[in-house]
T-cell receptor, first 113, second 109 residues
Framework: DVKVTQSSRYLVKRTGEKVFLECVQD?????MFWYRQDPGLGLRLIYF???????EKGDIPEGYSVSREKKERFSLILESASTNQTSMYLC????????????FGNGTRLTVT | RKEVEQDPGPFNVPEGATVAFNCTYS??????FFWYRQDCRKEPKLLMS?????NEDGRFTAQLNRASQYISLLIRDSKLSDSATYLC??????????WGLGTSLAVNP
């Protein structure tokens, strides 16, 4: 079974703090993604990566950055957290081959106060 | 118009009922299709991929209609545990994934 592990289930941070969300997958997947999910807005793609050291902006990259130094790890960074970044953050990975689906971590619920 | 559209529901059905959801997509460059299930405050989990010829997994049947650009999910003999939000997702040939907002299902005793 594919395992995608997010470092924290719940996180509370203050406005202006730098926040790191870590994600590790154990299936040697090429592709990794960071989404946020908010009520009524569905899943929105923040950043993605198709290979080590590679990153691409998704639909809502503003206020975020990412790092992929190793194939299994994809980190999301909030440079200066703001209250509108309070959300559920979901990391996912896929091999990207053919009909391969996305596998999600169990999410990080971030609250910025 | 959204690229992937789902009826948000909620669908309220009694146990044992058969319920069907549709998901329409607008991009003809759509390569593959999936249904995910998401429980409240949990991550989405793959329910099933959708194949051109249609496919079945126990009580769940998925169909793809490329001509009309929709996919469907049929749940037979609904269980209380089927209560969840069902998300449709389309992968384009350029690898982009487009998610629907989900259809909420409540199965009542």
């Amino acid at each position: 079974d594919v395992k995608v592990t997010q470092s924290s289930r719940y996180l509370v941070k203050r406005t202006g703090e730098k926040v790191f969300l870590e994600c590790v997958q154990d299936m040697d997947h090429e592709n990794m993604f960071w989404y946020r999910q908010d009520p009524g807005l569905g899943l929105r793609l923040i950043y993605f990566s198709y290979d080590v050291k590679m990153k691409e902006k998704g639909d809502i990259p503003e206020g975020y950055s990412v790092s992929r130094e190793k194939k299994e790890r994809f980190s999301l960074i909030l440079e200066s957290a703001s209250t509108n970044q309070t959300s559920m953050y979901l990391c996912a990975s896929t091999s990207g081959q053919g009909n391969s689906p996305l596998h999600f971590g169990n999410g990080t619920r971030l609250t910025v106060t | 118009r959204k690229e992937v559209e789902q009826d948000p529901g909620p669908f309220n059905v009694p146990e044992g009922a058969t319920v069907a959801f549709n998901c329409t997509y607008s991009n003809s460059a759509s390569q593959s299709f999936f249904w995910y299930r998401q429980d409240c405050r949990k991550e989405p989990k793959l329910l099933m991929s959708v194949y051109s010829s249609g496919n079945e997994d126990g009580r769940f049947t998925a169909q793809l209609n490329r001509a009309s650009q929709y996919i469907s999910l049929l749940i037979r003999d609904s269980k209380l545990s089927d209560s969840a939000t069902y998300l449709c997702v389309v992968r384009l040939y350029n690898r982009k994934l487009i998610w629907g907002l989900g259809t909420s299902l409540a199965v009542n005793p």
